[in-house]
């Protein structure tokens, strides 16, 4: 089921104190509008009922739809830079919900499901992009390393990210995203079939780079563009 609990938060314009539903976890096979809400950027944002402000509370809940094979640890933007930890964390919560440390039903389960780790909205609508299209998350980040390799000169600086944002017909639609405000940038396209190409690589270039995000829960460029200590 989806999980949610009451939680005073502070409206970040003028402070004045609200009583939210907060998110611990969403199930989207049992409430699939929160899985559009997700997409269409309404989920977990508010207008403060004082100066009319609206945000949106950062990611922090697990996402879980089995139809579509996906579970997902939804974690803030800030905590990137420790994904490593995160990843670890997150491994463990699986292993107990439906990996070896789980119930033999629970293990069923666990054996359709491909576990992920984000940080961030624009991280988590990308998974839920991808897996709605029949998409390999791993070629999609092959498919931006491409993208970002044939551009000499990047048009916007590290504040942004170059994520999947929409599947039209056999194009694959980026954009440059802000994870801190979910605004984006420059769009660019590019074809499905470079995707098609990349899953069907089994020695090649293509191969190697899949090979680096093995066992990864956090399948993100991120994972190599941001330094970890030790």
């Known amino acids: 089921m989806s999980l949610f609990r009451t939680t005073q938060i502070v409206c970040p314009a003028c402070a004045t104190p609200i009583d ?36 949106r509370l950062d990611s922090n809940f697990n996402y879980l739809d089995v139809g579509r094979g996906q579970w997902i640890a939804a974690e803030p933007v800030a905590a990137a830079g420790d994904w490593k930890e995160h990843e670890e964390i997150a491994r463990e919560l699986y292993s107990l919900a439906y990996g070896e440390l789980a119930s033999e039903l ?48 990047l048009p916007f600086s590290g504040d942004f990210d170059l994520r999947l944002v929409d599947v039209q017909g056999d194009k694959l639609v980026f954009g440059w995203v802000n994870p801190a405000d979910n605004t984006t940038a420059d769009m660019l396209a590019m074809p499905r079939t470079l995707h098609d190409e990349i899953v069907a690589d089994e020695e090649g270039d293509w191969y190697a780079f899949k090979s680096g995000f093995e066992g990864a829960l956090y399948v993100d460029l991120n994972r190599i563009l941001v330094s970890q200590p030790g």
């Open 20 to 55: 939210f539903e907060s998110v611990d976890s969403v199930n989207a096979d049992r409430r699939p509008d929160l899985r559009l809400a997700i997409l269409d950027g309404s989920f977990q944002q508010l207008d403060c009922p004082n100066c009319k402000t609206r945000f």
């Open 106 to 153: 629970a293990r069923e389960v666990g054996a359709m499901l491909k576990p992920r780790l984000v940080f961030g909205w624009p991280a988590l609508r990308e998974k839920i992009v991808s897996g709605g299209n029949g998409l390999d998350d791993v070629a999609i980040e092959a498919c931006k390393a491409t993208a970002m390799r044939n551009t000499p000169d």
